[in-house]
């Protein structure tokens, strides 16, 4: 898949959730719905979210590091997208349900901090064969 098109999809794609998830808000009324209503918006909410952070973080990795491969900086840019995007809906969710303290707030930044940093050190280690 090309760069170009890659953006292409992930900006269309981006813009559906976004409707999406303007539907939802001005449609689907907290007060009386089921757990579907609740699914749907925070699934919309992460995933426009995914979709927006990562074109931008894109944009900006490939802006100030351009000495970087466009293919690491979209795989970057799409797992801190997706880190940030559950970070903001389960902010979110915790609040709808009265679950968010600063106690919570910071397991949940420690976690996802040591998430990264497992992953970002996961992929610079090499296996070394030694062969008799």
Known sequence: ??????????????????????????????????????FLFYLSLLL??????????????FIVFRRELASKAVKTAFRQSFFFAGFIAAIFFMLSQNLLSWLNLSILIIGLSLLEFFLLSYGKTKKIVIRE
């Open 48 to 61: 426009s979210i995914v979709g927006a952070t990562a074109i931008i973080g894109f944009i900006v990795r």
């Open 1 to 38: 898949m090309s760069l170009r098109l890659y953006l292409f999809i992930m900006s269309a794609m981006t813009a559906f959730c976004l409707v999406a998830l303007g539907y939802i808000i001005f449609t689907v009324d907290p007060e009386i719905t089921n757990g579907t209503g609740f």
